[in-house]
T-cell receptor, first 116, second 114 residues
């Protein structure tokens, strides 16, 4: 399997612009997670989906952030309008929950976002 | 609110030495994870620990879990330079079943010098 795929890998944009980050989870996984990593706040959960349905979006910073999962193989995280404080690495992760001791979340390579 | 604390946050050690990273968490948890992150890279899953007393080993790394103390340790034996990385512990909050988002510690930045 190719693993979790994210695009773009790097994004540089100007304040006020719309940014869309994309994620393709591992085939067969039923959970998809969006995390953000910054030096100041570390790794934070933004939102997660189960079977394409958003379950917990309490980590989404504000209304400027939105996420969708239209089907089992694709999710987007959108920031509109973007601000410099949104600069971070955004990771997508997926898992198939079986209850087994080997269940783990697999992380994508991340998108490094810089908002000027 | 679930809190996860790691210590130390920074560790510089010499090759061949042993050391332990500690991870404390504040509430009941379903399971605990250890991840490795190399600079500019993604997170790689190392261990998943479920039950009290669980111990897992891979090469020079050994992880253990004490659910009563809400403490996990990552022990490094005879460190080698290739183990230099940032190590995160992460906790899955108790949910009665099913996956959930992880709460991460701040990470331990480990440098192993020849």
């Amino acid at each position: 399997d190719a693993g979790v795929i994210q695009s773009p890998r790097h994004e540089v944009t100007e304040m006020g612009q719309e940014v869309t980050l994309r994620c393709k989870p591992i085939s067969g996984h039923d959970y998809l997670f969006w995390y953000r990593q910054t030096m100041m706040r570390g790794l934070e959960l933004l939102i997660y989906f189960n079977n394409n349905v958003p379950i917990d979006d309490s980590g989404m910073p504000e209304d400027r952030f939105s996420a969708k999962m239209p089907n089992a193989s694709f999710s987007t995280l959108k920031i509109q309008p973007s601000e410099p404080r949104d600069s971070a690495v955004y990771f997508c992760a997926s898992t198939r929950f079986t209850g087994a001791s080997t269940d783990t979340q697999y992380f994508g390579p991340g998108t490094r976002l810089t908002v000027l | 609110e679930l809190k996860v604390e790691q210590n130390p946050l920074f560790l510089s050690m010499q090759e061949g030495k042993n050391y332990t990273i500690y991870c404390n968490y504040s509430t009941t948890s379903d399971r605990l994870y250890w991840y490795r992150q190399d600079p500019g890279k993604s997170l790689e899953s190392l261990f998943v620990l479920l039950s009290n007393g669980a111990v897992k080993q891979e090469g020079r790394l050994m992880a253990s879990l004490d659910t009563k103390a809400r403490l996990s340790t990552l022990h490094i034996t005879a460190a080698v330079h290739d183990l230099s990385a940032t190590y995160f512990c992460a906790v899955l909050p108790y949910s009665g079943g099913g996956a959930d988002g992880l709460t991460f510690g701040k990470g331990t930045h480990l440098i192993i010098q020849p």
